[in-house]
């Protein structure tokens, strides 16, 4: 009997919903990025630090260590965190409503279990206050209906940013889900050195900033919102001309943030539409033409059928 497989469609995200949640399970996935940080090899543009979209939920992907790969997994459908080491039994936790501190001691216990033993810096970046991991027993909830549709959504932008990749032959990031702003990014280089990083992010080394925006770049990404400001897909470009906040971006629900410097589409924007990935494609599109032509980028040379 042939197994039908009905489509998810892009969920409700109301930030005054998704806040507790969201903000408990984002010192969670800070400890275990900060655990692929202090186990892998380096790479450019701290591309070894991201977290990805699984199947199921978040993970770490495949770890080298001492011969053998280890990996985390949030599984978002059965609520729990999987840890995986090669030749080992998997061991896992429920996710539950539980304080940050209880997160961080049940998982590094799972973690010498296996025979793992990764020291990272105990307090989180990007975040201010930043309250030490084994110290935090304020962020505590976890619906599991929010951490579903959270990444629920972010399968949907994953998708419609690996299309736009797609699309660039020249170098360009992984999707990847950096956890210190708690977002899903994809990022297209020029080629080019740029001017060296002033930072000014909270609690993130000056030294981290300035190597990842050595070259030029466009960034899009998913931005699961603030309390001033709801979910939302961003795009922007460092450097960007003067010219580049002047462009038309489609689709006309899009708009610039002189305050952020940046291109913001609504998420309830592209959830509502007749066409939520055809609307988001758009964006990303339009507003990487924007950087591209204001700062005179070799589309020939770093566009797949460019023209």
């Keep these: 009997m042939e197994t039908k497989h009905i489509p998810v469609a892009w969920p409700i995200l109301e930030f005054a919903k998704l806040k507790d949640t969201m903000e408990t399970l984002h010192q969670w996935i800070q400890i275990v990025g900060k655990i692929r940080l202090q186990a892998m090899p380096w790479q450019n543009h ?12 978040y993970t770490t992907q495949g770890i080298p260590y001492k011969g053998c790969v280890f990996q985390i997994e949030f599984d ?3 609520h729990k965190v999987f840890i995986e080491r090669t030749n080992e039994q998997t061991l896992s936790f429920d996710l539950r409503p539980m304080t940050v501190a209880d997160f961080y001691t049940e998982l590094f216990e799972k973690l010498s279990e296996l025979g793992i033993d990764v020291k990272i810096h105990g307090s989180p970046n990007e975040m201010d206050p930043a309250i030490p991991f084994h110290e935090n027993t304020l962020n505590k909830t976890y619906d599991p209906e929010v951490a579903s549709a959270l990444w629920h959504a972010m399968l949907k932008a994953n998708q419609v940013f690996s299309d736009f990749r797609g699309g660039f032959v ?10 210190g702003a708690f977002d899903l990014a994809v990022t297209r280089f020029s080629g080019r050195p740029a001017p060296l990083h002033q930072g000014g992010v909270p609690n993130m080394p000056l030294e981290v900033m300035q190597e990842a925006y050595s070259q030029e770049v466009f960034s899009a990404g998913f931005w699961p919102g603030s309390q001033d400001f709801p979910p939302a897909f961003y795009t922007y470009a460092y450097p960007a001309d003067p010219a580049f906040s002047q462009q038309k971006v489609l689709p006309d629900e899009a708009f610039y943030s002189p305050e952020m410097g940046e291109f913001f589409l609504k998420y309830e924007d592209v959830r509502k539409s007749d066409d939520p990935e055809g609307m988001l494609l758009t964006f990303l599109q339009s507003s990487y033409e924007a950087a591209a032509v204001t700062s005179n980028w070799d589309r020939n040379k770093l566009e797949r059928n460019h023209g």
């Design 46 to 57: 701290s591309w070894h630090v991201t977290l990805y979209l699984s199947a199921h939920g």
């Design 76 to 78: 978002f459908e059965k």
């Design 170 to 179: 020249g170098k360009s990031s992984p999707v990847h889900l950096f956890w």
